[in-house]
């Protein structure tokens, strides 16, 4: 079992930059991959992208690809997403999930999920 928490969310202007993290806690993230997913009001859950635990190899969205870097500490409890010139379209709840399986895109390929972080992103 592992139990996730993000953190980091808040308001920032356009253009600007967030980092948030992923605490993990009940066992190690290794050998899970580590995906970050958002959901902004009315809209279906979407992949944000995902980092494979074992060879730290990273997968982005189209949408963010560029503006965000997916990186983990070396102990398998912090995961973090790293976000640059965000846009309005950027605004949603963000949330970190654990997945047995390698590049994982897919919601339904998750098993945990954290409670997400709300990121507005106004001026």
């Known amino acids: 079992q592992v139990q996730l928490v993000e953190s980091g969310g808040g308001l920032v202007q356009p253009g600007g930059s967030l980092r948030l993290s992923c605490t993990a806690s009940g066992r190690t993230l290794s050998p899970y991959t580590m995906g970050w997913f958002r959901q902004a009001p009315g809209k279906e859950r979407e992949f944000v992208g995902a980092?494979?635990?074992?060879?730290?190899?990273?997968y982005f969205s189209d949408s963010v690809k560029g503006r965000f870097t997916i990186f983990r500490n070396g102990a398998g409890l912090l995961v973090h997403l790293r976000m640059n010139d965000l846009r309005p379209e950027d605004t949603a709840v963000y949330y970190c999930a654990a997945s047995r399986a390698l590049a994982m895109t897919s919601p339904t390929g998750y098993e945990f999920w954290g409670q997400g972080t709300q990121v507005i992103v106004a001026s």
């Open positions: 980092i494979n635990w074992s060879d730290q190899n990273t």
